[in-house]
């Protein structure tokens, strides 16, 4: 059982910055395409970035482009994700995903393990 288990969510004020963490046990990392997804109250779970398992972007949603930054250290078995100019709109809880096949993946259904989630809130 792959286990997925994430830190670094907090409460900021916009403008600000939090950087996001998912350390993964279970299984060779490198073979597990990771995401990023976020679900605000009331809202649908929303992709926000994938990477592939060797590294390469895969994608970012149009709403964080250009301010988070998804990375992965296969040494430490860990996905991040870097968030810069925090937006109150950006306020959710945060999931770290991953799925044991190769390639890019953005809808939730595709992901088969999920952390217990970090909440981000910023302030307006």
């Known amino acids: 059982q792959v286990q997925l288990v994430e830190s670094g969510g907090g409460l900021v004020h916009a403008g600000g910055s939090l950087r996001l963490s998912c350390v993964t046990s279970?299984?060779?990392?490198?073979?597990?395409?990771m995401g990023w997804f976020r679900q605000a109250p009331g809202k649908e779970r929303e992709f926000v970035s994938a990477?592939?398992?060797?590294?390469?972007?895969?994608s970012y949603a149009d709403s964080v482009k250009g301010r988070f930054t998804i990375s992965r250290d296969n040494a430490k078995n860990t996905v991040y994700l870097q968030m810069n100019s925090l937006k109150p709109e950006d306020t959710a809880v945060y999931y770290c995903?991953?799925?044991?096949?190769?390639?890019?993946?953005?809808?939730?259904?595709?992901?088969?393990?999920w952390g217990q989630g970090t909440q981000v809130t910023v302030s307006s």
């Open positions: 995903a991953g799925v044991s096949v190769r390639g890019c993946y953005y809808e939730p259904r595709a992901f088969d393990y």
């Open positions: 279970g299984r060779t990392f490198t073979s597990i395409s």
């Open positions: 990477i592939s398992w060797s590294g390469i972007l895969c």
